[in-house]
């Protein structure tokens, strides 16, 4: 029995051991196919913005003279304008470029001297020569009140309204988040202020036939001048520009590094799930075995259990033979008691013959009564023979 209570604790700590096992890899596995979203959600994604890796990586060795001249003066260089602003809405970014030209990669600058500055750093480094803006040399021209001229029209938008400043860039930059933003409105105003765009050409020729805009510039990358002169720009020998493209560089490199994040964790988690299964083998086989011991404990306590009973059936068979048997003495005792008593009895009454028949025979001495008597007490012998031989077959019957 002790053993039997030990093989069953050794059972419910395996079987609680099992448990265990399953309810940690059916969360593991859950936590796996919710890396395996992840990674099918950041693969596709990632496969979107793979399209626009080039140019984000030609946009990102700009950033990097960006980012070179801001740690040289981080309180003189605010950035290029391009990662300053974004389009507010896609439609609007080739008319943008168009529109903005070459200062749409120019460098803002707090003022004139930070600019020499610059270009003299860039001279040291041998970097190609860059734009520079400086605040204090800024202007902002008067054009009038052009915002008549696209009230009421969904096709035509104010040109320094389509650019909004690019939160991210100043999130990343929060010495600027001040005076940055005004430094980026003043900027746009002096490079858009007297542009308008519009969807189409031909909205651009009727807002020129009904008005003096100053200069007109389509979704499509024409451009109507102030004197009426119509050009197309060679989008195809443009410098690409990637309005905010180092925000958007930073989150394709973000997901591939989530990506390879997630593929790794999925492989650790793989692994981790294949040394569960070889564990939780072993931990099934002990729980087998300590199984198979318990039924062998319990089939030999089901044994002696089974002995020990047929022990008491036979203890009380043999119980009841005994009664059987002291039952049957008390009756033969009972027996020989009546016979001893029946044997006192004959006795007595030959006691009593002879003394009557000795009593007569000495009052009338005769030969014939001498034979009679002597025949008499041959009988009497005889018939006490008898009895006794009666008395010892009882008692041969009662010793048995």
């Given at each position: 029995e002790a053993e039997m209570?030990?093989?069953?604790?050794?059972?419910d700590k395996a079987k609680a051991e099992l448990a265990e096992f399953?309810?940690?890899?059916?969360?593991?596995v859950i936590m796996r196919n919710t890396l395996l979203d992840d990674q099918s959600k950041a693969k596709v994604e990632?496969?979107?913005a793979r399209s626009r890796r080039e140019l984000l990586e030609q946009t990102q060795r700009r950033l990097r003279i960006a980012d070179d001249l801001r740690a040289k003066f981080p309180n003189a260089v605010l950035g290029r304008l391009s990662e300053l602003v974004v389009p507010s809405q896609k439609k609007l970014d080739l008319a943008l470029q168009v529109a903005l030209g070459d200062m749409a990669e120019a460098f803002i600058v707090t003022t004139a001297m930070a600019a020499r500055e610059c270009v003299n750093h860039l001279k040291a480094k041998h970097e190609r020569t860059q734009v520079f803006l400086p605040m204090d040399r800024i202007t902002v021209q008067d054009y009038g009140a052009l915002h008549n001229l696209v009230r009421g029209h969904q096709a035509r938008h104010l040109a320094t309204a389509c650019l909004d400043c690019n939160e991210k860039f100043f999130d990343r930059h929060p010495a600027w988040q001040q005076e940055g933003p005004t430094m980026v409105e003043r900027v746009t105003k002096s490079l858009l202020n007297g542009t308008i765009i519009v969807d189409d050409l031909k909205d651009g020729l009727c807002l020129r036939k009904s008005s003096t805009a100053p200069r007109v510039v389509t979704c499509q990358g024409e451009i109507i001048s102030p004197n009426g002169n119509m050009s197309v720009s060679n989008t195809a020998a443009m410098k690409p520009v990637q309005f905010g493209g180092a925000e958007e560089l930073v989150h394709i490199?973000?997901?591939?590094?989530?990506?390879c994040g997630i593929e790794c964790d999925v492989i650790d988690t793989e692994n981790w799930l294949a040394v569960k299964a070889r564990d939780r083998v072993e931990v099934a086989e002990r729980a087998a075995q300590a199984e198979e011991a318990l039924g062998e404990a319990q089939n030999k306590v089901h044994a002696l259990e089974a002995a020990a009973d047929e022990e008491v059936r036979?203890?009380?068979r043999?119980?009841?033979r005994g009664d059987e048997l002291a039952a049957s003495i008390q009756g033969r005792v009972k027996e020989r008691?009546?016979?001893?008593?029946?044997?006192s009895m004959h006795e007595a009454e030959i006691d009593k013959a002879g003394k009557t028949f000795f009593g007569?025979?000495?009052r009338q001495p005769g030969v014939s009564d001498v034979y009679a008597a002597y025949d008499l007490m041959q009988k009497e012998r005889q018939e006490r023979r008898r009895l006794r031989e009666q008395v010892e077959v009882l008692e041969d019957k009662l010793s048995l």
């Open positions: 209570k030990r093989q069953a604790v050794v059972v399953d309810k940690t890899v059916q969360r593991t990632l496969e979107a490199r973000s997901l591939e590094e989530r990506l036979a203890e009380r043999h119980s009841a008691e009546q016979l001893q008593r029946t044997r007569a025979l000495s």
